[in-house]
C-alpha cells in the first residue's frame, strides 16, 4: 500500500516543497501533480487542506470526495479549497492536467480577512468547491497563472514582491468577480453570530479608525466584549483581539514602508499613546523596532524613506 503522502496537510507538506513549480512562505504554483498519484489514477485517500487552494482543470477528467461529498472536475473547471476542509479520496484520468495556485493561509489572512463578504463567501465554497468558467473566465484565469508563473520563476526584479503583491491582488479582485456570478446566484441566509461578525469587520474597515480594544468595538455593536470574541472565535478560529492585531499590524507595515511621515507621526497617526509605546508594540509582533523594520524594506527597495 502506498503511504499517504499527504496526510499531514498541504501547505506544509515536503512533497509539496520538491514538486512545485515554485513555492514560497505565501504562494505555490503547480502545473503537475504525476509525483502524488498512487498507481496511475488514485491519488492520497486523505488530506486535510491547510491552504487556500485553486485548481483550474485544463485537460482530462478527476473525481473528488470532499467533506464526504462527490464531485467531478472537468475541463475550464475551477475548485476551490479553504482550509480544514478534507479530501477523503480521489481518482483523476491519465490524460488530467491542471493548473494550481496554493496560498499559505498566513498570506490570505493579510490579503482577505477584512472583505467583508470573505466569511459568507468560505462558507459558501465549502458546499459548492467546483465552478463550472465560461471561455471568458477560464481564459482569464490562465493567464493569471502564466503571468504568476513567469514573474515568480523568472528573473528576481527589483521590485519583485511590490509586483507580485499588485499582481496578486488584481487576481483578487478579478477571481471575486468571476465568483460573483455564482455566488449571487444562490444567496446565504446568515447566522446571528456571521452578521455580527460582518458588522465588527466592517468596523474595523472604517476610514480613520485605529481603535485596538475590544471594548471599544463590542459597545459600537452592543454587545459584551467577551460575547464578541466568542463570536469571532467561531466564525474565524481567532479571537476579536487577534483580529484587531492583524488590521492594526497591517496598516503599522504599510505606513512605515510607504509613509514619509516620521515613526513618530506615524505613532500618532495610529492612535498609539507614545513613541515608546509603539516602539514595543512593533518590536512584539515584528521583531525589530520600527526603524530597523524601515531600514530593512528600504535595503531591500533600494530607496530609503527617511523618518
Not at 504562494?27 to 498507481?39: C, E, F, M, R, T
Not at 491582488?169 to 460582518?198: A, G
Not at 497617526?269 to 521583531?287: A, H
Request: proline content about 4%.
Amino acid at each position: 500500500m502506498v503511504k499517504n503522502v499527504l496526510e499531514n496537510g498541504i501547505w506544509h507538506n515536503s512533497d509539496l516543497d520538491k514538486n512545485a513549480a515554485y513555492k514560497d512562505d505565501r504562494i505555490a504554483i503547480v502545473d503537475s501533480i504525476q509525483s502524488l498519484k498512487n498507481g496511475q489514477t488514485n491519488l492520497a485517500a486523505m488530506v486535510k487542506v491547510d491552504a487556500v487552494l485553486l485548481v483550474f482543470c485544463v485537460k482530462g477528467k478527476a473525481s473528488f470526495f470532499i467533506n464526504g461529498n462527490s464531485y467531478m472536475l472537468h475541463p475550464n473547471d475551477l475548485m476551490i479549497c479553504v482550509p480544514n476542509i478534507v479530501f477523503e479520496k480521489s481518482m483523476i484520468s491519465i490524460d488530467f492536467e491542471m493548473r494550481a495556485v496554493i496560498l499559505s493561509p498566513e498570506y490570505m489572512k493579510s490579503m482577505v480577512l477584512f472583505e467583508c463578504s470573505s466569511w459568507s463567501f468560505r462558507s459558501f465554497v465549502e458546499q459548492h468547491p467546483v465552478f463550472s468558467l465560461n471561455n471568458d473566465e477560464a481564459r482569464l484565469f490562465k493567464q493569471y497563472y502564466n503571468l504568476l508563473y513567469e514573474k515568480l520563476t523568472g528573473t528576481p526584479r527589483k521590485h519583485q514582491k511590490e509586483l507580485f503583491d499588485a499582481l496578486l491582488e488584481m487576481f483578487h479582485y478579478d477571481f471575486y468577480d468571476t465568483m460573483e456570478r455564482f455566488y449571487n446566484e444562490n444567496p446565504k441566509t446568515f447566522s446571528s453570530s456571521e452578521v455580527l461578525f460582518r458588522n465588527f469587520l466592517e468596523l474595523l474597515n472604517v476610514p480613520g479608525n485605529n481603535c485596538r480594544k475590544v471594548a471599544f468595538y463590542a459597545d459600537k455593536l452592543h454587545v459584551s466584549p467577551k460575547y464578541l470574541s466568542a463570536v469571532c472565535k467561531e466564525v474565524s478560529g481567532q479571537t476579536a483581539f487577534e483580529l484587531i492585531n492583524q488590521y492594526v499590524l497591517k496598516n503599522v507595515k504599510y505606513m512605515l514602508q510607504w509613509s514619509p511621515k516620521s515613526i513618530k507621526e506615524i505613532a500618532m497617526e495610529l492612535d498609539f499613546p507614545n513613541l515608546s509605546f509603539f516602539g514595543k508594540y512593533v518590536k512584539r509582533y515584528l521583531g525589530v523596532s520600527p526603524k530597523q523594520y524601515r531600514e530593512q524594506l528600504s535595503s531591500d527597495t533600494s530607496s530609503k524613506i527617511s523618518d
